[in-house]
């Protein structure tokens, strides 16, 4: 996603961000509330209360997109905050779908879904983590984690009302995630090729 789009996408949580900033909160202390709300939206959903679920889902997703612009607006920007950040966004996508997992465990064919996508899900992050860490830039792809969370969220909700929309939303994540795998292993690649061959 384009820095252009993340900074419209975060315009309107800059009031939030600058309350929690005059109260003087810890940005490291929003990154464990969030991450807290993802475990008690999977609690919910491993119990088929999906409103409840994706309340919870909704506030954690909040926290998260909040803590780096506080860290960044109150100068406590700091390579373990981010390190922090990036390892609870993990743990918290597998409550979530554990939770969701949890509840579908009787129906094989949705619990495979479940884990399909997200392997696929977790792919996508692991695949750009580990192409910077060899110095590669990997700022690439369609479905990053606010796109990813965007229908995860929509399929929860909606699926409450119409069950169905949850499995056709868990299904353009799984191949919208693995297009963006692909697209990153190229887009890496050939930076690699590009770099050896000058």
Known sequence: MQET??????????????????????????????LLFAGIAGGLLSRGLFIGGGVALLIAGLADSVDGELARRSNRTHPMGAFLDSSFDRIAEFAVFFGLFWFYRSNPGMAALIFATLFASVAVSYVRARAEGVGARCNVGLFERPVRFLFTVLGIFISHFYPIVLTICLWIILVGSTFTVVQRFVYVLRGAERKNGS
């Open 5 to 34: 789009t993340k900074k419209r996408l975060r315009a309107p949580l800059q009031p939030i961000v600058s309350l929690l900033t005059s109260l003087k909160v810890a940005p490291n202390a929003v990154t464990v509330a969030g």
